[in-house]
């Protein structure tokens, strides 16, 4: 439950202002068909964070454990200043949801959107922390789930109301805690 908790917190804080968030304010913006984003979005990020997780659960299946230890710390710091930085959003090419339609287009838009990013990345960290593929999993799409459907749904009036800039400091604080506590052996 641990996983699955701390998975769904750090990503739901995360999401907050990120590229994949604002992609998905743009996708509403320009169909208004909430539900085939909304699904679309469910789909990307469940393919997306379920091969990050596999290649976290593996990692610690050939790392040694003390190195482990150093590089889960150091990547926790690391994402815990990427956080500081802010994302921008990239244009959705076209006019139109082409032959994809909106549930292709999106699932396609945010799983390539998602390559790379930090919520990728401490999905990848916190599978191998907890070495829980299916938990880490489920704990990072319902955090992007809580962090994305409500951009979606209700558009720019989440995002002007919500201090990005306190969210993406208190996110980075929690993963600069997360590396504290892996450095220091806590078992949290």
Known sequence: MEAFAVSTGVVALGE????????ALLLAARFRRPVPIIAGILVATLLNHAA???????ITRVVD???MR???ALSFVAVAVWMLIPDEADEVEGRGS?????FGLTVVA??????GDKTQ???VMLAARFDDLVTVTAG???GMMIANVPAVLLGDKVVKRVPVHWVHRIAAAVFALLGVAVLAGASW
């Open 16 to 23: 907050i202002g990120d590229k994949t968030q604002l992609l």
């Open 121 to 123: 990345i401490a999905t």
């Open 52 to 58: 990050a997780a596999a290649l976290g659960t593996w």
């Open 140 to 142: 990072t799409t319902l």
């Open 70 to 72: 150093w590089v889960l």
């Open 65 to 67: 454990p003390q190195w």
């Open 110 to 115: 945010f799983f390539l959107a998602e390559m």
């Open 98 to 102: 082409g032959r994809l339609g909106v």
